[in-house]
């Protein structure tokens, strides 16, 4: 991969950078534009995330939270295996813990024998959680994995049960076939005792979720945009931020909200990094992220094609978002 790159980029041997490049002129050569949303969570992206997650308009972390707050002691009965049975809780994505840590303190209060798992590609998040997890529940067993979801799920012992978290409602952030293909993976990897769940944004008020995506304060842009900042940090792009805005749209049709980068004038961007340009017409959008929206039957439908099904549906009073427990 390294010959992707010209002689004068800095990290000719950096494979991620490599990788990021692979990823872009492929995305670019496309009709329409895409780049994947795998790539907002730069150090930036990630705390502009966490920004996010603190918007009055960003209701999904808030009713997740509010959910393990008001029916903590049902979900984690719901989760646990037989009483005194040692078990695994594998969170996938470690995120920075707030909500878990609400599921962890329910766990361990019922008396429940378990190690907690966070798995996650990023090695520095995974040190931030197990740094402020001794700090607050140092009774807590926990064994992080730095590795991508499956390959942590492949090696893990199978003599032991274990319950799988993928929570904040990331798989709306799949599409459908992805989304599928995805818990069947998931599914392969589960025996009869152990148990899964997700976190399911649902389908309301359209304009609801169109605000979540769409902010006042503008934040939910800036992360978009940071992609193309990293673009010229990473890959020596000479994106001009100025030409550029976020535009987004819910379509309760599909359930799907789309986000765009809007290219405002006609322009060409140079990738000089590694000596190639695209062309972008005025108005030319760059797809860059799904975020879809469910119903309770789509969920259901979407568990049976991986042999899986719903034992318990927890949702808030509002029926803004669920999370959901799924077992073989
Ligand atoms: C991480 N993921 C679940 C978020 C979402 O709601 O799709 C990412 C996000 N994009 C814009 N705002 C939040």
Redesign the pocket.
């Known amino acids: 991969p390294t010959s992707l790159l010209a002689d004068t980029f800095p990290s000719p041997d950096d494979q991620a950078t490599a990788q990021l490049l692979a990823h872009v002129r492929e995305g670019l050569s496309r009709q329409p534009k895409t780049l994947s949303?795998m790539y907002?969570y730069d150090d930036e992206g990630s705390r502009l995330?966490q920004q996010?997650?603190q918007l009055p308009e960003?209701y999904?972390t808030r009713t997740e939270f509010g959910i393990f707050t008001e029916q903590g002691a049902a979900i984690g009965a719901a989760l646990a295996p037989a009483a005194g049975t040692p078990f695994r809780l594998v969170e996938l994505g470690a995120g920075d813990g707030t909500k878990t840590m609400l599921l962890l303190r329910e766990l361990l209060s019922q008396g429940a024998d378990f190690t907690y798992v966070p798995v996650d590609i990023s090695g520095g998040a995974l040190a931030g959680l197990a740094e402020s997890l001794r700090r607050e529940l140092p009774e807590l067993r926990v064994e992080p994995i730095e590795a991508d979801y499956f390959a942590a799920l492949a090696g893990l012992r199978d003599d032991e049960p274990k319950v799988v978290l993928f929570l904040?409602?990331?798989?709306?952030?799949f599409l459908p076939q992805d989304r599928q293909e995805f818990l069947q993976q998931l599914a392969s990897h589960l025996t009869s005792a152990d148990r899964l769940l997700i976190g399911f944004?649902l389908q309301k008020d359209p304009r609801i979720i169109r605000a979540?995506?769409d902010d006042s304060q503008g934040v939910?842009a800036a992360?978009?945009l940071n992609l193309l900042r990293r673009l010229n940090r990473e890959l020596g792009a000479d994106f001009d931020l100025t030409a550029w805005e976020h535009y987004?749209d819910y379509d309760p049709l599909s359930g799907a909200?789309r986000?765009y980068l809007v290219s405002r004038r006609a322009q060409t961007v140079q990738f000089a990094g590694a000596g190639f340009s695209c062309g972008f017409a005025a108005w030319e959008v760059i797809h860059t992220?799904?975020?879809y929206k469910f119903t309770r039957p789509q969920i259901e439908a979407l568990a049976r094609p991986a042999g899986l099904r719903v034992q318990h549906f927890f949702t808030d009073a509002r029926q803004y978002f669920a999370d959901v427990v799924l077992m073989p």
């Not at 904040?168 to 952030?173: A, P, R």
């Open positions: 949303s907002f995330f996010i997650m960003y999904p904040g409602s990331n798989i709306g952030n944004d979540a995506y939910t992360f978009n987004t909200v986000s992220e799904n975020s």
